[in-house]
């Protein structure tokens, strides 16, 4: 069932060249968020008159909401070369002495996942943001000795879901740091446009609606959604992605009015129904619905509870009466369905 998810966090290969199409690689063509995009246009701006490196930019936020994206603009932007890893991949320092010795003046250096930075590289990190040097570890035992690497200035950008993991030292250490939120209904609307017409999909406007209003908020899912509904016009109608076409699309995807779907609905469901309507720890909630505890609490439940369908307190998760509203209403449809049938 995993294959068919379409959730932000989910990966499918097939669409990897498209979605490398439709990334925006100019701040003019990523649309939304305009108060970050107005200030990074001035920091950008600034930086290039004064022939400096941009200062370090941390970008946090659930996924699929244009982190990476970002990182990439700055990059194009500034017109510097960009240079992308994730903190997994640096296991060991030398792996990191390895990017940055060989990083040119003022470029991108992006760090995905930043929160799992291993101790040993984060505080080799530091020395290089903050002096633009490292101490490197030459021989072993008795004859070891340290030598300081100089660095040429750069950009550090870093991403995560989870900025609450970052720890102090390094959080302290960007001089630019902005926390993406869920988009409007209206944003994403203008980001379907944009991806109908890359891809050359036919789209009514009440089509691109529904759409939008089922995409989470998320670009990424909006994106997604899009390619399925193409899919499905193409194959049951004449390739023109009508509202009929989503309503029937999103219904074979088992995605509700909300952009909710079963697993979604399987968090409300058991919230409610196994720990009466809560709260229940997020661990408890993960084991049962057979998810991942990072997975739950980055991909799903901050949707959730930017809808207002579940709320955090201190002793766990709490259904709210829109959980109840929502699942009652969910459930009187597919009874009227079974009526229908
Ligand atoms: N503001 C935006 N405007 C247009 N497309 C966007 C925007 N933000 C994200 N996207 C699209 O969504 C996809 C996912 O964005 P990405 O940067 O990978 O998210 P994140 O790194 O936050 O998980 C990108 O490939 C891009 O096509
Ligand atoms: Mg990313």
Not at 68 to 94: C, D, K, M, W, Y
Not at 284 to 297: K, N, W
């Given at each position: ?13 097939e ?6 199409t439709?990334?925006?690689?100019k701040l003019?063509?990523?649309?939304g ?9 001035v ?15 941390f970008?946090?936020?659930?996924p699929g ?6 990182a990439?603009?700055?990059a ?12 997994p ?13 060989t990083i ?6 992006f760090?995905?996942?930043i929160?799992r ?5 984060e505080?080799m990190l530091?020395?290089?943001?903050e002096?633009f040097?490292i ?19 750069f950009?550090l950008?870093?991403a ?7 720890s102090?030292?390094l959080?302290?250490?960007f ?9 409007t209904?209206?944003d994403?609307?203008s980001i ?17 609606t ?9 670009p990424?899912?909006?994106?997604r959604?899009l390619?399925?509904m193409r899919?499905?016009?193409q194959?049951?109608?004449d ?6 076409i989503?309503?029937?699309?999103m ?5 509700d009015?909300?952009?909710l ?5 399987d968090i409300?469901?058991t ?21 991942a505890?990072d ?6 439940e ?7 369908l ?5 002793r766990?998760?709490t ?8 699942l ?11 009526l229908?049938l």
């Amino acid at each position: 069932m995993k294959d068919n998810r379409v959730t932000a966090g989910t990966f499918h290969p097939e669409q990897d060249q498209e979605e490398y199409t439709l990334r925006p690689r100019k701040l003019k063509e990523f649309l939304g968020q305009m108060r970050l995009k107005e200030n990074l246009a001035v920091f950008i701006q600034a930086a290039k008159q004064r022939q400096e490196s941009l200062d370090h930019v941390f970008f946090s936020g659930p996924p699929g909401l244009g982190k990476t994206t970002l990182a990439g603009i700055i990059a194009n932007e500034l017109g510097v070369q960009f240079r992308a890893t994730s903190a997994p991949a640096l296991e060991r320092p030398g792996d990191l002495a390895a990017i940055l010795t060989t990083i040119g003046e003022n470029n991108v250096f992006f760090i995905d996942e930043i929160h799992r930075l291993r101790p040993i590289i984060e505080e080799m990190l530091y020395n290089a943001m903050e002096d633009f040097e490292i101490d490197v570890v030459m021989g072993q035992g008795p004859g070891a000795r340290t030598i300081k690497i100089p660095l040429p200035p750069f950009t550090l950008v870093g991403a995560t879901t989870k900025t609450g993991l970052v720890s102090g030292p390094l959080y302290s250490r960007f001089g630019i740091t902005s926390r993406l939120d869920f988009y409007t209904d209206e944003d994403i609307e203008s980001i379907i446009h944009r991806s109908a017409g890359i891809l050359t999909i036919k789209l009514e406007e009440a089509a691109c609606t529904m759409i939008a209003s089922r995409s989470r908020g998320t670009p990424r899912v909006a994106n997604r959604l899009l390619r399925r509904m193409r899919d499905f016009a193409q194959v049951w109608a004449d390739g023109l992605v009508t509202a009929e076409i989503v309503m029937r699309g999103m219904s074979s995807l088992d995605i509700d009015s909300l952009g909710l779907d079963k697993l979604d609905r399987d968090i409300l469901k058991t919230v409610i129904e196994n720990y009466k309507g809560g709260p229940v720890g997020s661990e408890t909630l993960a084991i049962s619905i057979g998810e991942a505890v990072d997975t739950l609490e980055d991909v799903y439940e901050p949707y959730l509870i930017q809808k207002g369908l579940i709320q955090r307190t201190p002793r766990g998760r709490t259904a709210t009466h829109l959980a109840y509203e929502h699942l009652d209403l969910k459930q009187r449809e597919s009874e009227d369905q079974q009526l229908l049938l």
